[in-house]
């Protein structure tokens, strides 16, 4: 463990109560997707938004969750013994009577095959960043670093601020993943100045569509979008995803081109739909309505190659 001396940082979040501390749900190394090179990427538990097509719904809320992975359970009953609130049913199919679960973990705490398992830790800022340090050889050999992402890992600007500091100070490539909905205020002097790759995905253009889907209307990420792009000392990547039915329609791609090309953006990534949302909905036991994965509700080539004629896609 290296010595890290956050000396001059106010590390505010470490006294704060548990319960309104961020929480990792989970910190992924050595992936090829989320920034030049090879990066670790810590996954924030909390987001504003709703997406009824979520793919990471375990990081939505900000609380600790208790997921159950059926294929992993010997039905040892250890965690039933361990349960403190009859919150353990061996007659339900998820195991957990969430009603009765005070999310405390005892029961993944007693679980030898982590069938059950505890989503979101606290990490303190400094100890945090020791983990992301030790691929400091593979960043250096790669061009890689740390990418923050969610969840809306902008819901801790201040948290952010002592990571990020900390890792720049140790010459690290710094990126982030938002969707867009933040307070721009809060972000722009304690979060943005260390942070060299902003990754901003693209949902739904229309504001009322957007509520429909997403919980919230889409006004603070388009100004955000903007303030963003007039950043001179920010690399600014758009992401798209295409989920059939929601946002491939002509008419969301035309407004996001149209409004994109007035920008000056002259790049976008266009996503495919990543389907497990659902599956890991499940394991919360959450009921999520699978998104459909009709090949016709997606635009062709060709079609793509129309709107976004003024765009070069990634």
């Given amino acids: 463990m290296i010595g890290i001396n956050p000396e001059g940082i106010n590390i505010t979040s470490a006294r704060q109560p548990e319960s309104q501390r961020p929480l990792i749900a989970q910190i992924r190394r050595h992936r090829l997707e989320d920034g030049p090179g090879i990066r670790s990427v810590v996954f924030f538990k909390g987001c504003p938004l709703r997406c009824k097509f979520c793919h990471n719904p375990e990081t939505q809320h900000a609380q600790m969750e208790l997921a159950f ?4 359970c010997i039905d040892c009953k250890m965690c039933l013994d361990a349960c403190n609130y009859t919150a353990i049913d061996f007659k339900i199919a998820d195991r957990i009577n969430r009603q009765n679960c005070q999310r405390c973990g005892a029961c993944a705490e007693t679980c030898p095959t982590s069938a059950l398992r505890k989503i979101g830790k606290y990490y303190k800022p400094d100890q945090l960043v020791n983990i992301l340090l030790k691929d400091r050889s593979f960043y250096e050999h790669s061009g890689g670093g740390v990418t923050l992402s969610g969840g ?8 952010l601020k ?3 500091s900390l890792l720049s100070k140790q010459g690290i490539h710094l990126a982030l993943q938002t969707s867009g909905y933040f307070d721009y205020s809060s972000c722009e002097q304690s979060v943005f100045p260390f942070v060299s790759l902003v990754y901003f995905d693209l949902k739904i253009l229309d504001p009322k569509s957007h509520a429909i889907q997403t919980g919230k209307d889409n006004q603070r990420i388009l100004e955000n979008l903007h303030l963003l792009l007039d950043r001179k000392d920010l690399e600014v990547k758009l992401r798209l995803p295409l989920i059939p039915g929601v946002t491939t329609s002509r008419a969301n791609l035309e407004g996001w081109a149209q409004i994109l090309t007035q920008a ?3 790049s976008i990534e266009l996503l495919p ?6 599956l ?4 919360l036991g959450k009921n999520v309505s699978p ?3 009709d090949a016709e509700a997606l635009p062709n080539e060709q079609t793509l190659k129309t709107i976004f004629r003024d765009i070069k896609r990634l």
């Fill in 264 to 266: 000056g953006v002259r």
């Fill in 69 to 72: 992975y059926k294929a992993d």
């Fill in 152 to 159: 809306e890992c902008l819901l801790y600007p201040e948290y």
């Fill in 273 to 278: 739909n990543n389907p497990i949302g659902p």
């Fill in 162 to 164: 002592q990571i990020l």
């Fill in 280 to 283: 890991m909905a499940k394991h």
């Fill in 291 to 293: 998104i459909s994965t």
